[in-house]
T-cell receptor
Framework: GAVVSQHPSRVICKSGTSVKIECRSLDFQATTMFWYRQFPKQSLMLMATSNEGSKATYEQGVEKDKFLINHASLTLSTLTVTSAHPEDSSFYIC???????????FGPGTRLTVL | EDKVVQSPLSLVVHEGDTVTLNCSYEVTNFRSLLWYKQEKKAPTFLFMLTSSGIEKKSGRLSSILDKKELFSILNITATQTGDSAVYLCAVGYNDMRFGAGTRLTVKP
């Protein structure tokens, strides 16, 4: 399967600052990448679909001005949490669509803690 | 480094067959193992397992965890074409590491 990396793996920031999370596809040119937020215990919430060279498609309830997504190349998508607040603290996971339909490969995730 | 390995990577069966999907793991901190079914963009939650030997069941799907041998299985009995999907397992404490998934195709 495809290999996906995320950077950083952990970040702690002060309230009001912006944080950028990178998602890289190491061995596959990914036209489509997905950003998820994991809530405690079980649920995985899809935040947005990132399309190379075009605007991201956000899910209902996700603020596009708050969570900026840039898919600048076929191997890199970034998620910037702007003016982060403690309620944004979470585990953010990206995935790429590769191989068959609905086949996604997940990155290792980024733990964001906003103080 | 934490690892979650699913097998097989893909599987083709006929309706009515029973399938067993495997998930083995090596993680630094373990609290739970989760199974998801992925058909569309976002995976759908199936089971959360935290204790060894206790089977979780939902209809034709069941799952069990072995914390000594570090693996879980997901069983699907009397498969239907609607079971065709990618099945993902994720393991960890607060932060979950995902496996690569098993693509199940059920033919009529």
């Amino acid at each position: 399967g495809a290999v996906v990396s995320q950077h950083p793996s952990r970040v702690i920031c002060k309230s009001g600052t912006s944080v950028k999370i990178e998602c890289r596809s190491l061995d596959f040119q990914a036209t489509t990448m997905f950003w998820y937020r994991q809530f405690p215990k079980q649920s995985l919430m899809l935040m947005a679909t990132s399309n190379e060279g075009s605007k991201a498609t956000y899910e209902q309830g996700v603020e596009k001005d708050k969570f900026l997504i840039n898919h600048a190349s076929l191997t890199l998508s970034t998620l910037t949490v702007t003016s982060a607040h403690p309620e944004d603290s979470s585990f953010y996971i990206c995935s790429i669509e590769a191989g068959g339909p609905h086949e996604q490969f997940f990155g290792p995730g980024t733990r964001l803690t906003v103080l | 480094e934490d690892k979650v390995v699913q097998s097989p990577l893909s599987l083709v069966v006929h309706e009515g067959d029973t399938v067993t999907l495997n998930c083995s793991y090596e993680v630094t901190n373990f609290r739970s193992l989760l199974w998801y079914k992925q058909e569309k963009k976002a995976p759908t939650f199936l089971f959360m397992l935290t204790s060894s030997g206790i089977e979780k069941k939902s209809g034709r799907l069941s799952s069990i965890l072995d914390k000594k041998e570090l693996f879980s299985i997901l069983n699907i009995t009397a498969t239907q074409t609607g079971d065709s999907a990618v099945y993902l397992c994720a393991v960890g404490y607060n932060d979950m590491r995902f496996g690569a998934g098993t693509r199940l195709t059920v033919k009529p």
